[in-house]
């Protein structure tokens, strides 16, 4: 009877600590290229960068084998290939789990399996196959008292939406709403894992430049655009379009599944018609995108979703066919060298810009107190305690002139938190001489090299006066 209790209680703390985790960046490890480093190598860099959660697209015994006591939590790939035989035969899905994962865990600590990728593009027409195979990995997980530690999920692109823009008219493709996707929430559900989504608003952006905004597809200052369905205002692609599978999820009925990020990014190089990319967006891309996920992980519609958010990729994979910027997404080059600077966790970004070096908003990479213009703005992304924490210190002990947002002063409106912290962290940031460090007030502020186009007086308080209409199609 109290082994039956203890079992119960374990169940539903490892339940919880897997629902509750904050949010975090991993990386995608793809190796389809002829020229990467080995496996022992990688997981060394990795250790370095101080990533601690990467995503293989198979169950390659090298890699593996060198994640073994790294630390490093792990998701492991069933390709689309095999769909077929997991969903028909629970013999091979019972196999294939004890020679790909039982044989590592909890050595290599597998955290998931994805099992296939983007199913409903995939040219093999496995769709059907997904939620039977899907269940049959899990049981054969139950079957070795992995389920606890070990979660089931599959990742879906954006093109799975049958509309996303704007955010709030989010909704999953009709045809695949009974067959599939009740079926695949019903199954995460029951199972407490979470739905796998791959995110790019590279793609958004470079076939809707005309309409998007650079800033607002990298992360960087820009007045916003307000979604006329919910209300809420984004200031970021990336948000707008998460916003579109919770809309999606809402819809259903699926509020309570979570999400996460399997792949996004941006490329470094492209071929001449494959608008924005280069080496500095990609940089202010990702490191925006990172600086966002590890201080508020939310998005507008769902604020405590604490997203976890896998980076693509690891390297340039010189063998992926397709456009150049298939070969170029990569942070890191074969040599391992850096293609751009992107830090992976709190402390790398306080040791980088906005607190010193690396990728700025403006995606440009210079030390803070660097030329001739900078400014520290509050980031509209950060939870309000923080904005309220870092406001209380500047005005406080940082000695930051706040007397004109006091009530009735000449800067008090707007009266947001968001205008007051602005204005003090810019008060501080100038006095302390635009030093390295002196704007981040723990992930709740950053620095931007051009001034901000509109602001209520001629400081720094950025007061957006119209807002244009964002028609792009996400």
């Given at each position: 009877?109290?082994?039956?209790?203890?079992?119960?209680?374990?169940?539903?703390?490892?339940?919880?600590?897997?629902?509750?985790?904050?949010?975090?960046?991993?990386?995608?490890?793809?190796?389809?290229?002829?020229?990467?480093?080995?496996?022992?190598?990688?997981?060394?860099?990795?250790?370095?960068?101080?990533?601690?959660?990467?995503?293989?697209?198979?169950?390659?015994?090298?890699?593996?084998?060198?994640?073994?006591?790294?630390?490093?939590?792990?998701?492991?790939?069933?390709?689309?290939?095999?769909?077929?035989?997991?969903?028909?035969?629970?013999?091979?899905?019972?196999?294939?789990?004890?020679?790909?994962?039982?044989?590592?865990?909890?050595?290599?600590?597998?955290?998931?399996?994805?099992?296939?990728?983007?199913?409903?593009?995939?040219?093999?027409?496995?769709?059907?196959?997904?939620?039977?195979?899907?269940?049959?990995?899990?049981?054969?997980?139950?079957?070795?008292?992995?389920?606890?530690?070990?979660?089931?999920?599959?990742?879906?692109?954006?093109?799975?939406?049958?509309?996303?823009?704007?955010?709030?008219?989010?909704?999953?493709?009709?045809?695949?709403?009974?067959?599939?996707?009740?079926?695949?929430?019903?199954?995460?559900?029951?199972?407490?894992?979470?739905?796998?989504?791959?995110?790019?608003?590279?793609?958004?952006?470079?076939?809707?430049?005309?309409?998007?905004?650079?800033?607002?597809?990298?992360?960087?200052?820009?007045?916003?655009?307000?979604?006329?369905?919910?209300?809420?205002?984004?200031?970021?692609?990336?948000?707008?379009?998460?916003?579109?599978?919770?809309?999606?999820?809402?819809?259903?009925?699926?509020?309570?599944?979570?999400?996460?990020?399997?792949?996004?990014?941006?490329?470094?190089?492209?071929?001449?018609?494959?608008?924005?990319?280069?080496?500095?967006?990609?940089?202010?891309?990702?490191?925006?995108?990172?600086?966002?996920?590890?201080?508020?992980?939310g998005t507008p519609l769902r604020p405590n979703a604490n997203l976890t958010v896998y980076l693509f990729a690891l390297f340039n994979e010189n063998h992926k066919v397709g456009p150049t910027s298939e070969r170029n997404f990569g942070l890191f080059y074969p040599d391992m060298k850096k293609v751009y600077d992107v830090p992976f966790t709190l402390a790398g970004m306080k040791a980088a810009s906005p607190a010193g070096r690396g990728p700025v908003?403006?995606?440009?990479?210079?030390?803070?107190?660097?030329?001739?213009?900078?400014?520290?703005?509050?980031?509209?992304?950060?939870?309000?305690?923080?904005?309220?924490?870092?406001?209380?210190?500047?005005?406080?002990?940082?000695?930051?002139?706040?007397?004109?947002?006091?009530?009735?002063?000449?800067?008090?409106?707007?009266?947001?938190?968001?205008?007051?912290?602005?204005?003090?962290?810019?008060?501080?940031?100038?006095?302390?001489?635009?030093?390295?460090?002196?704007?981040?007030?723990?992930?709740?502020?950053?620095?931007?090299?051009?001034?901000?186009?509109?602001?209520?007086?001629?400081?720094?308080?950025?007061?957006?006066?119209?807002?244009?209409?964002?028609?792009?199609?996400?």
């Open positions: 009877m109290h082994r039956l209790i203890v079992s119960a209680i374990l169940f539903s703390f490892f339940t919880i600590l897997i629902l509750s985790d904050a949010s975090s960046i991993g990386v995608n490890y793809g190796r389809v290229a002829d020229n990467l480093p080995s496996a022992v190598k990688v997981v060394k860099l990795l250790k370095l960068q101080g990533v601690d959660r990467v995503k293989l697209y198979d169950t390659d015994p090298a890699v593996l084998r060198a994640l073994s006591g790294s630390g490093i939590k792990v998701t492991v790939d069933l390709p689309n290939e095999q769909l077929y035989l997991a969903a028909k035969k629970r013999s091979f899905a019972e196999s294939w789990v004890e020679k790909n994962v039982v044989v590592y865990h909890p050595r290599t600590e597998i955290e998931a399996i994805a099992v296939g990728n983007e199913v409903f593009v995939d040219s093999h027409n496995t769709t059907k196959y997904l939620v039977p195979a899907m269940r049959n990995i899990h049981e054969a997980l139950v079957k070795h008292n992995l389920e606890r530690f070990i979660k089931v999920s599959s990742p879906i692109a954006l093109t799975a939406l049958g509309s996303s823009y704007p955010s709030s008219s989010g909704s999953f493709r009709p045809e695949l709403v009974e067959p599939v996707f009740k079926p695949m929430l019903n199954f995460i559900r029951e199972t407490a894992s979470y739905l796998m989504v791959n995110v790019y608003p590279f793609f958004a952006y470079e076939s809707n430049a005309d309409v998007i905004s650079l800033d607002y597809a990298l992360f960087r200052e820009n007045p916003g655009s307000v979604d006329p369905g919910n209300g809420l205002r984004y200031f970021n692609l990336f948000d707008a379009q998460i916003d579109a599978v919770f809309a999606a999820l809402s819809a259903l009925k699926y509020d309570d599944v979570r999400v996460v990020v399997s792949e996004t990014g941006w490329p470094s190089k492209g071929d001449s018609d494959e608008v924005g990319a280069s080496p500095q967006n990609a940089a202010a891309f990702n490191g925006n995108l990172v600086r966002k996920i590890l201080t508020n992980g908003a403006g995606g440009v990479s210079k030390r803070s107190g660097g030329g001739k213009s900078a400014w520290c703005v509050a980031n509209p992304h950060a939870q309000e305690e923080k904005l309220q924490k870092g406001l209380d210190y500047a005005c406080g002990e940082g000695g930051a002139d706040c007397r004109p947002i006091q009530m009735g002063a000449t800067c008090y409106d707007p009266n947001t938190l968001v205008a007051h912290a602005s204005f003090a962290f810019n008060s501080y940031y100038q006095k302390k001489g635009r030093a390295s460090g002196s704007c981040y007030f723990d992930g709740a502020a950053y620095v931007v090299s051009q001034q901000p186009s509109e602001y209520s007086m001629k400081f720094l308080v950025m007061v957006p006066v119209s807002f244009p209409q964002n028609t792009e199609e996400e």
